[in-house]
Nanobody
Framework: QVQLVESGGGVVQAGGSLRLSCAAS????????MGWYRQAPGKPRELVAT???????NYADSVQGRFTISRDNAKNTVDLQMNSLKPEDTAVYYC???????????????WGQGTQVTVSS
């Protein structure tokens, strides 16, 4: 099976920065799209940013210009650099990875355990 390990969450003052990292390990033939989602208390999980295997990116309007998603295909990692953080960015952030486990094919979706990001005013 595939496991995702997230790191980098914490508490930061408004205007500050954090960098989240997610590492995938296990039975992996290749990885397609990767991304970050978040869930605030009382709200549904929402997309933050995604990145394709070719490097194409997509961002939520609320984070455009402040967050940057990147990946290292050699290490099977995806990062989220978060700058100019706002209190409304406070949420649990989840890593998402779409994995092909063998040359036979078939895509499987995996989620990280979540990491708390708290932005104080």
């Amino acid at each position: 099976q595939v496991q995702l390990v997230e790191s980098g969450g914490g508490v930061v003052q408004a205007g500050g920065s954090l960098r989240l990292s997610c590492a995938a390990s296990g039975i992996i033939f290749s990885i397609n799209a990767m991304g970050w989602y978040r869930q605030a208390p009382g709200k549904p999980r929402e997309l933050v940013a995604t990145i394709t295997s070719g490097g194409g990116t997509n961002y939520a309007d609320s984070v455009q210009g402040r967050f940057t998603i990147s990946r290292d295909n050699a290490k099977n990692t995806v990062d989220l650099q978060m700058n100019s953080l706002k209190p409304e960015d406070t949420a649990v952030y989840y890593c998402n990875v779409n994995v092909v486990r063998s040359r036979i094919g078939g895509q499987y979706v995996y989620w990280g355990q979540g990491t708390q990001v708290t932005v104080s005013s």
